[in-house]
């Protein structure tokens, strides 16, 4: 039997890219290029990675097991090695089109997207302050950005910075007049925590949408219909700020101690380019959701209880039991036909 999702968009067409034909989207078999505009995304119901095509008015999903099975790939063909790094690729981009370059993280420590110039200030501002902390017998993370940048607007700052990497150099075993290679493992180490800045930046807009689910269930206190699914998504939600938070923490927590990062900078670049790869594959997959409702007041509209169910329909199959999610979810036989829907082999 046929199961059934919502109709998504396509993701953007790319430029033909220059690089190695290994790391693009490319398949020998005929059956890729048998429909025009095919692209690769995950299923929003099952989260298995998916070809969606047209054929003929119906959309269709057909989960790239099903398509190996059915043409007999073989794991070791450059087809089968294809569909698995697309599946491994669709963790960090919405989709992928034949010619599209596979993302970096699939095959080195790079991200395939930047932090700005502002949140690799903040990494280094951080880990300055830390150095200072360390070096007054009080090492701690400062990690709000107002706060350090009244910190390191501070006059005397400047000169405090300075002493500690002087001693911090020392401690290094570089030498007290080699302060300029302690200033150095500091960059290097503030472009990787830049990633986890912008992260953090990122999360806020989700921290936005439990404020407002929030706000709308004290709003609609007493319409039973809207706190039916109000309270579900507001219990879900908790669970992923949870998840995300510990994220965060687990990282600080990891980078707390000064030296420690400057003396094993390898180990350290490592545990957080795998953390920053973790908690993008997990918020990348909010954009749409909070898009919906950043715009959106906290106040009655006739948009709320649908908005409520399209993030509902975003979190139960992420943080709701199986059995559950698929009770929870039925549609009724007039909303059946009503949604536009594709096939998914």
């Known amino acids: 039997m046929p199961s059934h999702e919502q109709s998504r968009s396509p993701p953007p067409e790319t430029p033909p890219p220059s690089i190695d034909e290994g790391r693009v989207v490319k398949f020998e078999h005929k059956f890729f290029t048998s429909f025009p505009g095919v692209f690769f995304a995950l299923s929003e119901q099952t989260r298995q990675a998916a070809l969606f095509l047209k054929m003929g008015d119906i959309d269709v ?172 998504v507001a219990r879900l939600i908790e669970l992923a700020v949870r998840q995300l938070r510990e994220g965060f923490d687990e990282t600080d927590a990891q980078t707390g101690e000064i030296l420690s990062i400057l003396k094993n900078i390898d180990n350290q670049i490592k545990f957080i380019s795998n953390a920053r790869n973790v908690l993008y594959r997990r918020l990348i997959s909010w954009d749409d959701i909070t898009t919906k409702w950043k715009p959106v007041p906290v106040q009655h509209s006739e948009i709320i209880p649908d908005l409520l169910r399209d993030t509902y329909r975003f979190l139960a199959p992420r943080f709701m039991q199986t059995k559950e999610w698929i009770l929870a979810t039925q549609p009724d036989r007039e909303k059946k036909k009503a949604t536009t829907r594709r096939m998914v082999w």
């Open 61 to 232: 999903a057909l989960p790239l097991p099903g398509i190996q099975r059915e043409f007999m790939i073989a794991d070791d063909s450059a087809d089968g090695h294809m569909l698995h790094k697309i599946e491994e690729s669709l963790e960090y981009v919405r989709g992928l089109r034949i010619g599209d370059p596979l993302p970096k993280e699939v095959f080195s420590t790079a991200a395939s997207w930047s932090p700005s110039g502002g949140h690799v200030t903040i990494a280094y501002q951080r880990l300055t302050m830390q150095l200072v902390t360390w070096l007054v017998g009080d090492e701690h993370i400062i990690s709000n950005p107002e706060e350090l940048m009244q910190v390191a607007n501070d006059p005397t700052a400047q000169k405090k910075i300075n002493a500690a990497l002087t001693e911090a150099a020392e401690c290094l075993g570089l030498g007290r007049d080699r302060k300029q290679d302690v200033v150095s493992y500091i960059e290097r180490m503030a472009k990787e925590l830049s990633y986890i800045e912008a992260l953090r930046d990122r999360f806020k807009a989700v921290l936005m949408v439990q404020q407002k689910v929030q706000g709308l269930r004290r709003l609609y206190g007493y319409e039973r219909s809207v706190l039916e699914i109000a309270d579900p």
